[in-house]
């Protein structure tokens, strides 16, 4: 996890206005963000579809294989619903109905995602030029999912978040092959053996490549009380 990745997290937990107890990570992959509630005694939930990811969840947290539109937790049962780059993965809006649905009255959620402001300037555009596209036809459009929340009686905070990344090129080129970005699984090999020359040729002589991750941060509080409307 870069930095800038933990200071998320550990936001998600501190700028609470009502204790945390129970902190589900959605698509949570491998559970780094669910370790660092974890380490601060929240009970900590990782919900993910893949075996093969939940086996490196550390043993502080909870694993739970399935999926975001059919969470298996009881109604009301969480404070924080996180989705950390996950709530594209199927149909959003079922997985931000399930997510409310587990969450408790004036429970809280975050998510970090990807909108046509990263789309625009990604670094990878420069490489790969199939990416931007990609990325468009993957990723909802933050603002609709804002207002999908919106609709549901939710306190809605959408802003936008810029990391700077720093890496290697060594470490860059090694990433892409083992496609840390989902959407580069999509880009054919020869596209990408074309653009990892061409990065190679440019970053011959840098020891540093630096660039903007341009994220979108949607924060959310449920209604009080139980009435919460069925809107998909």
């Not at 079922?94 to 997510?99: D, F, I, K, Q, R």
């Not at 699984?185 to 660039?211: M, S």
Request: proline share 5%; hydrophobic share 40%; charged share 25%.
């Amino acid at each position: 996890m870069s930095k800038s990745a933990i200071l998320r997290a550990q936001e998600a937990i501190s700028s609470q206005t009502r204790p945390v107890r129970v902190a589900l990570d959605i698509g949570g992959g491998r559970g780094n963000h669910a370790a660092i509630w974890a380490d601060a005694d929240i009970l900590s939930v990782v919900l993910d579809p893949s075996l093969a990811m939940l086996a490196y969840v550390p043993g502080n947290v909870h694993r739970v294989c399935g999926v975001a539109q059919v969470i298996p937790l009881a109604t009301a049962a969480v404070d924080l619903a996180y989705f950390h780059l996950s709530i594209h993965y199927g149909d959003w809006r079922a997985s931000l109905c399930e997510a409310c649905r587990a969450l408790a009255p004036r429970g809280q959620g975050r998510i970090y995602t990807l909108g046509q402001r990263h789309h625009r300037r990604s670094f990878l555009n420069r490489w790969f030029p199939s990416v931007q596209a990609l990325d468009a036809g993957r990723f909802p459009d933050p603002a609709d999912i804002a207002s999908y929340l919106e609709r549901r009686g939710c306190d809605v905070d959408h802003c936008e978040v810029d990391e700077v990344v720093r890496t290697t090129p060594v470490e860059f080129e090694r990433s892409v092959r083992a496609g840390y970005v989902s959407t580069l699984q999509f880009v054919n090999a020869e596209e990408l053996d074309r653009g990892l020359a061409a990065f190679g040729r440019e970053y011959a002589d840098r020891d540093i490549v630096e660039y903007v991750l341009a994220l979108d941060r949607i924060a959310w509080t449920m209604p009080g009380g139980t009435s919460d409307p069925d809107i998909r």
